[in-house]
Structure formats: C-alpha cells, structure tokens
C-alpha cells in the first residue's frame, strides 16, 4: 500500500485546510485510516481514524474542529481542519491498517501562524 498525501500549507489562526491521503497499491485489505501529527521531538499522535463502515475516532483536541471522512470509491481519506490554532502546526502523516500492520505515507507540514 502506497499513501500520498496533499494540502498542507501555511494558514492563519483561524483559518482552514484540507488535507488529503490517496492509497494505491492493495486497497482492497485496507481496513482503517487516519491521520497522525508529529512536532520535531516529540512522539507521533493520533489525529483522527476512520474505519472502512465510515466509525470515527478524534483526539479530544480537535474534536469539533477537524473531520475525517472517507471516499471509498477514490480510495482517498479527508481531514478537513476548521478553526486552527497555533497549536495545530506539525507535520501530518495519513495511515492505512492492513491486517496488522500500518503503512504510512509521507508527511505533510501544516504551518498556522499569523
């Protein structure tokens, strides 16, 4: 499975972004996705999942700002983020569960700064 993600940017507080992970590969086997963040230093947190039946998990710091949803047909897992806040700026990595194991792509640098 090969992840591709897009839409980090630079934005103000405030602001919003999309962000986008399209899989390839053995789609077929995928069962979760999501989205992680990562600040230089510090451990790789959960963002948001979402399972194959559309069932969502967030991190309680974003929870009511960021939506994750789920185009099966694309193959494609969305993180819309509303109302960012400075706090909000790391790199973001999308995954996707394949039995056990967990493929990620490459990571995308949000930036929320005035």
């Known amino acids: 499975v090969q992840l591709q993600a897009s839409g980090g940017g630079l934005v103000q507080p405030g602001g919003s972004l999309r962000l986008s992970c399209a899989a390839s590969?053995?789609?077929?086997?995928?069962?979760?996705m999501g989205w992680y963040r990562q600040a230089p230093g510090k451990q790789r947190e959960l963002v948001a999942t979402?399972?194959?039946?559309?069932?969502?998990n967030y991190a309680e710091s974003v929870k009511g700002r960021f939506t994750i949803s789920r185009d099966n047909a694309k193959n494609t897992v969305y993180l819309q983020m509303n109302s960012l806040k400075p706090e909000d700026t790391d790199v973001y990595y999308c995954?996707?569960?394949?039995?056990?194991?967990?493929?990620w792509g490459k990571g995308t640098l949000v930036t929320v700064s005035s």
């Open positions: 979402i399972t194959s039946v559309g069932s969502t």
């Open positions: 995954s996707a569960d394949v039995a056990i194991r967990r493929y």
């Open positions: 590969g053995s789609i077929s086997s995928i069962s979760a």
